[in-house]
């Protein structure tokens, strides 16, 4: 390894949100000219060190330095004069801002009169756009954009910057292969020329193909750090994983009854189209696709929540109307969310009246809600399903991941569902839950409930599905048995742009 | 599992609304003790017959403001009923009748709100303060420049008059009544539930089967016909119908509100906090002008005390615990970024000039 | 920009409304427009609300609110006079200055405790709505400042005209003109739209969210503080209920004028347009045959038509967004749902604790 | 009657407390009344407190009744915003035992036990007419801009007008009468817009302060000054610079001093005892002499006065 002063140096750096312990000894240390890539399972605390390098959050503890000097950033701003950009997780633009301005905000080429000189910006942003091979108008607003133009008007914010250390969490997870090759071949320039590249990914392909060096972490603290040349992919992902892969996927065998869930000729302008499938009864189906395919939109136009311009769904042979999803929940159907601080739990409130939100109807006697059993259900489910908490009035925000996850789960369960949607189950949940998970619905699907299982984690998706159907740009591109379903073929069905030499972890 | 992580006791008094309640108790024994004529049975009778509408609206607007949006109509709904009112009686229609088509008039009125905020995803501020030109214009231009007066006494003493020899006013029966009503529906009913889970998150309630739409409709259709009840009220206390009636009186609704602990973001919120919220303006209005203390200090106190209620336990809990990027008024929850909300070092992070 | 693009945006359409108005009254008794002091009013009439609502904009752009501008204004109209009796020595521009300074503080004053506190600025400006106006009373009591004790030269203002156009019309437009450049082509201005677009992504991005909320409730209250000075100046008496209620109407003429309530997005050219559009519209009615009683219900029926005619417009463009990705191959994977519409005021973080259900 | 004991027991005769309530505070007009009763007060060695809602509605002067029942207070001056809505709460103060004189703006007869008048209404809707003739030359157009729609007084006078208008002034005709609410910015505005909407507009009446003096200041500063004459109801502080500069001819007022001294002289001999409100009944007050009480309980302070060029510099209120 090379002996200059490290453009970035973190060592023991910790950061804890409430009870969770997001970061416990984080440790980084990034070379000028080179491509470091930082990999590790949902919720390792990868994007939390990101955001300490950031300014985003501040750290707890530990030393972080650059170019040798120790540095404490008081917000992002400070992070950003230091000399680093970075692009995150989730892209943050501004929908009512123009392309253009959301990628020069705060710091427009100005003119005469310090006036923002808007040729002069929009040329900036054609520059940018042309390096990375792209084609979006820099006029029009950022409200619409799909996940991979934001995430596009991201990379050309950060590139724009500069910076002598990029970092990029999760940059290519929205984009096509030839979006991510010219991603790279800016990342390289940019090695070349002397800055220090952070790559975050969950493709381990893409981790051999573009970085030097790799460092794995695993809950919250530093694994190893190698030369790319010195490790396989099964290394990685055995230290990553910190067991054997296989046993977190304990999938009972099970024989499918009738068809409980009938989905056909779906279609939603803009986002998926012609959408048609079945689910049975004791079957569990994976829905696998690129983040931003369009699997969640389906899922929500199936439960209810979203409308639909054509086609219909059937639950146990009945029509279910369409965006009702009190309808949906009286038919039996349940949906887990993918985003369950957002949409799954009412953060706020208590494990109780989060565990009783839906059945809670049910509950009533004369209109009138008694608070005994209210108590008691949620009782009876956050005990079936190991939920710890202090106490059942506890408030759900300040709860670990894998247990907000449980009660979402307990809520739905609470209510009997015939078929079971499941977006996203584990994402951001720690290894011991995961399994946990996985053994509930592996359980549940045994007992005959009918099971739709989106997930962007192909091993979970593999390993849990009794058949895959792949999502691409909103349509459903193949259907795979259990025995079909390999990596390769996923992945191939799975990106846009037919099957170059994509292939998964 | 424990069901409560605290004693029944320390739940109950470690609450915003206890903060009101407590101040309200403090108001009425310094008053009692320091202002003289306050402790008078008069006092009474005058603090219900003064507080009744702004106390009937505040019951439905909790709701409204529980759930995250409000309603600025009201005190134009008032008006526009005071004048059906008026005219249904001058047409010579019986005063009941007069009081139905008046109270459904207001749910009219309500339900074109609450259509436009629910269905059409108006944000309801803009709405009502559209509606509270649109009613208070139809009530001033239906009236014209006249007032309707002579209702019969057995009404009007109906409004004002005493239970027996007791100071209370014949009215506090029904707002009883009310309150009870409200709080039951707030804090016993799924239907509450759904209202406080709209305010703290209309998204996740609505992926739990919440009909989102449909409860704020309702909410604003009851907005609507209480106020209008408000309305026939304030005619008869005053005996005459006017246009102009309880004009601004939608501000002092939601400052009582506000006053009584429910969060403008919405999702919480306690009927209880909002009675005392009421009774605390009226306590220290009815105190102070019994000390020759004019509008001017009183509003000042109302006020600074609205200002105080929401930054005071903002102070106080930002020194337990440094909370999140709420520095924007209403706002929409993010849709990305999660993980730069629960920031506890947030208040660092935002707004570093150079 | 061009013509075209000029035409199709929000402002054009309250535009052409101003006119059809002005047109249509004036078809019906032309000495609306087209005499000497129809002219005037035209202008005269609404300059005031114009430099109140361009001061609104520029809050309810960061998406928040200020409702205490009418005790504002009253406060600094007060002042005006009051300066006038106690110090009549000095300079006319000093004493408006100095009103200025004066609103300017009141403003900082909400904007401290709504951007440090993290509290929300519709309770905030409630409160000292009732602050300020208390203070006006017990400070004015029942003293009134008339004509007589204000300089000639200074009520002059309120009524010459330079070239045609009334003086204050001047001081609105060259308000209008100043804050338009800013919000448009300075780096600031374009941040406040950046704030109010998502307040969360623009502190993750390190913009410096508080000092830019303490300057546009600073600007807003230096506006308001102007329009109290030019208050004194046009009505010539200021008792303590000066500009009692007038912040709906402001909020009214800003939602007229297409800056939408949930900030982000809207021009101060739209808020002034849709100041003179209310006050021309209630000028007119009585014109056309309308009594004056029911102009409130025409003002009110205009609001909730504009906000609606935006959401319409907005669905629209949204369906046509939704459109566009499929007809054109994306560059990247399939497009996503665009965002929600809407979506309520919540979420924004009250205390974490359960409501007593007791 | 619950308050008797307490209001008796404190003060009787010889503590005479005088509230005095009027439409709205921050009003010339009525911080002239008020300086009156003051002077009254101080004769008569009663103390007088003045409070007041700061906007003149009905609804908004109540609690200030109701707290003069509470105080207990030996009588009660207001002038009313409206003619019964405030009429249970003088009731009730009356049952406490408080005197309740009206004066400015009557309530319905039942509610008080005297009414102040000014002047006579047809005193001063005669004075009104005289005046817009005078300076019209007997005809043309002429519009009314009143206060609040509701007020009491205002109403009286402008249906009088118009009755003689028809009988006695066949040329001039009333093209529209105008609410301003009594605030100086919308009477400003709907003057404008009278003049607008009627371009042969030659007068305006405005029989309140208010009105007269906003929709002065705006003719004052146009074209039409000279050209539509402004008359009515002024105080002559606010009118002083606009008949000095021409715009306005002459108008009319009571002294409100005067008037709030009369109707606090009139509160302090009911609460004295000296009359109980019959008709026939007479007191004595200070400088303006002997009163009698009319019927219907009224007491007439005399003529309006009329303001013009030659006398407005003997004036200061
Ligand atoms: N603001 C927060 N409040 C509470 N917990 C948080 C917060 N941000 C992150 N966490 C938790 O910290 C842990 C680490 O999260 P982080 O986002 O850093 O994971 P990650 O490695 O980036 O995962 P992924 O691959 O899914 O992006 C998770 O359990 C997450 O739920
Ligand atoms: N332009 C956008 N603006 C706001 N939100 C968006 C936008 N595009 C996508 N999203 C949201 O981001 C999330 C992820 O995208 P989406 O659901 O379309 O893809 P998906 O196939 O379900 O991917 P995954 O579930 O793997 O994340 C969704 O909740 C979607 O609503
Ligand atoms: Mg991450
Ligand atoms: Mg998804």
């Not at chain 2, 509270?132 to 014209?144: N, P, S, T």
């Not at chain 3, 003086?167 to 704030?195: K, P």
């Not at chain 3, 230096?222 to 200021?238: H, P, S, W």
Request: aromatic share 6%; proline share 5%; with cysteine.
């Amino acid at each position: 390894m090379p002996n200059a002063t490290p453009t970035l140096r973190l060592e023991g750096v910790a950061k804890s949100f409430g009870p969770v312990a997001a970061l416990r000894s984080g440790t980084l240390i990034v070379q000028p000219g080179s491509i470091h890539a930082l990999v590790g399972e949902n919720g390792a605390g990868k994007s939390t060190l990101v955001k300490i390098v950031g300014g985003v959050h501040r750290r707890d503890a530990g030393v972080v330095e650059l170019d040798g000097e120790p540095v404490d950033f008081h917000g992002p701003a400070e992070a950003k004069a230091a000399g680093v950009a970075v692009i995150h997780q989730e892209p943050a633009s501004f929908p009512d801002l123009t392309v253009a301005e959301n990628i020069f905000l705060g710091r427009e080429p100005l003119g005469r009169f310090r006036r923002i000189d808007r040729r002069a910006m929009r040329e900036g942003v054609r520059e940018l756009f042309r390096n990375l091979g792209v084609d979006l108008d820099p006029d029009r607003p950022a409200e619409g954009l799909s996940i991979a133009d934001q995430q596009i008007v991201e990379i050309a914010k950060a590139i724009s910057l500069d910076a002598r250390l990029l970092v990029m969490d999760e940059p290519t997870a929205a984009l096509s292969a030839v979006e991510v090759r010219r991603l790279f071949a800016v990342a390289r320039g940019l090695r070349d020329a002397g800055h220090a590249v952070v790559f975050i990914s969950h493709r381990l392909d893409e981790v051999a193909d573009l970085c030097d060096t790799v460092t794995v972490m695993r809950d919250g603290e530093h694994v190893s750090t190698d030369a790319v040349a010195d490790v396989t992919p099964d290394q990685l992902v055995r230290r990553m994983v910190g067991r054997e892969v296989a046993e977190l996927y304990p999938k009972v065998p099970s024989t499918p009854g009738e068809v409980v869930l009938q989905v056909e000729g779906l279609e939603s302008t803009g986002t998926f189209h012609d959408v048609s499938f079945e689910v049975r009864a004791g079957e569990i189906v994976g829905l696998a696709g690129l983040v931003g395919a369009g699997r969640s939109e389906i899922a929500r136009a199936v439960f209810g929540v979203d409308r639909y311009d054509a086609g219909r769904v059937v639950v146990g042979g009945r029509n279910l109307r369409q965006g009702d999803p009190a309808a949906a929940i009286a038919a039996g159907l349940a949906l887990v969310p993918e985003d369950r601080r957002l949409q799954g739990l009412v953060t706020e409130s208590s494990v109780a009246r989060n565990v009783s939100a839906v059945s809670r109807r049910r509950l009533a006697r004369l209109g009138i809600l008694l608070p005994d059993a209210e108590a008691r259900l949620a009782r009876d489910w956050s005990g079936r399903l190991e939920v710890k908490a202090g106490a059942l009035d506890a408030v759900t925000t300040t709860m670990s991941g894998g247990n907000q996850q449980k009660v979402v789960l307990a809520k739905w369960l609470a209510t009997g569902p015939k078929v079971l949607i499941v977006d996203e189950p584990t994402r951001g949940i720690d290894v011991g839950t995961k399994a946990e998970v996985h053994r509930l619905l592996s359980t549940l699907a045994a007992e005959g409930l009918a099971v739709l299982m989106i997930s962007s984690e192909l091993p979970e998706v593999l390993g849990m599905a009794d058949r895959v159907l792949v999502v691409r740009e909103g349509r459903i591109a193949a259907e795979l048995s259990r025995a079909e379903a390999t990596p390769e073929a996923v992945m191939r069905a799975a990106t846009p742009g037919a099957s170059e030499s994509e292939s998964a972890a | 599992m424990r069901t409560h992580a605290r004693p029944w006791w320390q739940r109950a008094l470690l609450t915003r609304e206890m903060l009101t309640i407590l101040i309200l108790v403090v108001a009425w024994v310094v008053a009692s003790a320091a202002v003289q004529g306050f402790d008078g049975p008069l006092t009474i009778t005058y603090l219900v017959l003064d507080v009744a509408p702004v106390l009937l609206i505040a019951l439905p607007m909790t709701l409204i403001i529980a759930t995250g949006e409000i309603d600025l109509s009201v005190a134009s709904v008032v008006g526009l009923s005071s004048v059906t009112f008026g005219l249904l009686h001058q047409a010579g229609l019986g005063l009941w009748v007069a009081l139905l088509v008046s109270v459904l008039l207001g749910a009219v009125c309500g339900a074109v709100n609450g259509a436009l905020v629910a269905y059409a995803g108006l944000p309801s501020l803009a709405v009502t303060i559209g509606s509270l030109a649109l009613y208070r214009g139809l009530a001033v231009g239906l009236l014209g420049t006249t007032a309707v007066t002579g209702f019969p006494e057995s009404w009007t003493d109906g409004a004002t008059e005493n239970l027996g020899e007791s100071p209370y006013p014949v009215i506090t029966l029904g707002l009883l009544l009310m309150i009870a009503v409200f709080a039951v529906v707030l804090h016993a009913t799924p239907f509450g539930r759904d209202v406080l889970d709209i305010g703290r998150s209309s998204e996740a309630a609505r992926f739990s089967g919440v009909d989102v739409k449909r409860t704020l409709l309702i909410l604003f259709v009851l907005s609507g016909a209480v106020s209008a009840l408000a309305g026939v009220y304030y005619t008869l206390r005053y005996g005459s119908a006017r246009g102009d009636n309880a004009t601004g009186m939608e501000l002092q609704v939601v400052a009582a509100v506000l006053l009584g602990g429910v969060s403008i973001f919405g999702g919480r919120g306690a009927i209880h906090g909002v009675v005392a919220g009421v009774l605390l303006i009226g306590v220290l209005g009815s105190a102070l002008r019994l000390e020759g203390v004019t509008v001017n200090v009183i509003n000042i106190v109302i006020g600074s005390a609205l200002v105080v209620s929401v930054v005071a336990p903002r102070i106080a809990g930002g020194l337990r615990v440094r909370r999140r990027s709420a520095a924007i008024a209403p706002h929409e929850p993010p849709r990305f970024a999660a993980g730069a909300h629960g920031d506890p070092d947030g208040g660092s992070a935002v707004g570093q000039g150079t | 920009m061009s013509v075209l693009s000029l035409l199709r945006r929000r402002e054009a359409g309250i535009a052409l409304a101003l006119l059809v108005v002005i047109g249509v009254t004036t078809a019906i008794q032309p000495g609306f427009l087209l005499s000497a002091g129809g002219w005037r009013d035209l202008l005269l009439t609404p300059s005031i609300l114009v430099v109140l609502a361009v001061g609104q904009a520029v809050v309810v752009i960061t998406r928040n609110v200020d409702l205490s501008v009418g005790s504002v204004l009253g406060l600094t109209a007060y002042l005006t006079g009051r300066l006038f009796i106690d110090a009549p020595d000095l300079p006319i521009v000093v004493v408006a200055l100095v009103a200025v300074a004066a609103g300017t503080l009141l403003g900082l004053l909400n904007g401290s405790i709504v951007a440090f506190a993290r509290v929300p600025a519709l309770v905030i400006t409630l409160g000292t709505l009732y602050v300020y106006r208390g203070v006006t009373l017990t400070w004015a009591g029942s003293d009134r400042i008339d004509a007589g004790d204000m300089p000639r030269a200074f009520l002059g203002l309120g009524t010459r005209q330079v070239l045609g156009v009334p003086v204050l019309t001047f001081i609105a437009a060259i308000v209008l003109v100043a804050v338009a450049y800013y919000l448009y082509t300075a780096r600031g201005g374009r941040q406040l739209y950046a704030i109010g677009s998502d307040p969360d992504a623009a502190a993750l991005q390190g913009l410096p969210v508080r000092r830019r909320l303490l300057w546009a409730f600073a600007l807003n209250g230096a506006l308001a503080g102007l329009a109290g000075v030019m208050f004194a100046a046009r009505y010539g008496t200021v008792s303590s209920g000066a500009g009692a209620g007038l912040e709906l109407q402001v909020v009214g003429a800003v939602v007229v004028g297409g800056v939408a309530i949930f900030g982000g997005s809207g021009t101060a050219v739209g808020a002034a347009l849709g100041a003179m559009l209310l006050l021309t519209i209630n000028r007119a009615l009585p014109v056309v045959g309308i009594p004056d009683f029911w102009q409130r219900a025409v003002v009110g029926a205009l609001i909730i038509g504009a906000i609606a005619l935006d959401r319409v417009l907005a669905n629209r463009r949204s369906r046509r967004l939704a459109a566009a990705r499929d007809a054109e191959p994306p560059p990247g994977s399939a497009p996503p749902g665009s965002a929600p519409p809407g979506g309520g005021p919540n979420d924004a973080g009250p205390d974490d604790r359960e409501e007593a259900t007791a | 009657g619950s308050g008797d004991e307490g209001g008796g027991g404190g003060g009787g005769g010889d503590d005479v407390t005088i509230t005095m309530l009027p439409k709205n505070l921050g009003n010339p007009y009525f911080e002239a009344s008020t300086a009156g009763a003051e002077e009254a007060a101080e004769e008569l060695g009663a103390t007088v407190e003045e409070v007041g809602p700061d906007a003149a509605s009905p609804d908004a002067q109540v609690p200030f009744i109701n707290t003069a029942a509470q105080q207990g207070v030996s009588a009660l001056v207001v002038s009313a915003n409206d003619p019964t809505a405030i009429g249970d709460a003088l009731e009730e103060a009356r049952s406490a035992g408080t005197k309740v004189v009206t004066f400015d703006s009557d309530t319905e007869p039942q509610f008080r036990d005297l009414f102040v008048n000014q002047a006579s209404a047809e005193g001063i809707a005669d004075k009104q007419l005289e005046l817009i003739s005078d300076q019209i030359g007997g005809e043309g157009e002429i519009a009314i801009l009143s206060a609040s729609a509701n007020a009491t007084n205002q109403n009286a006078w402008i249906a009088l007008m118009e009755e003689k208008l028809a009988s006695d002034y066949p040329d001039i005709e009333l093209v529209e009468t105008a609410y301003g609410d009594d605030d100086d910015q919308t009477s400003f505005d709907k003057t404008a817009a009278l003049l607008q909407s009627h371009p042969d507009l030659k007068g305006i009446v405005s029989p309140t302060t208010v009105g007269i003096a906003a929709a002065a200041r705006y003719v004052s500063t146009s074209e039409y000054k000279g050209k539509v004459a402004v008359t009515g109801l002024g105080t002559p502080n606010q009118m002083r610079e606009y008949v000095e500069d021409g715009t306005v001819e002459a108008f009319a007022l009571w002294n409100p001093n005067d008037l709030g001294y009369l109707a606090t002289q009139a509160a302090a001999a009911l609460a004295a005892g000296d009359i109980t409100g019959e008709e026939g009944d007479t007191f004595e007050a200070g400088r303006l002499g002997e009163f009698t009480v009319g019927a219907d309980g009224e007491v007439l302070l005399g003529e309006p006065y009329v303001f013009d060029k030659s006398n407005i510099a003997d004036f200061d209120f």
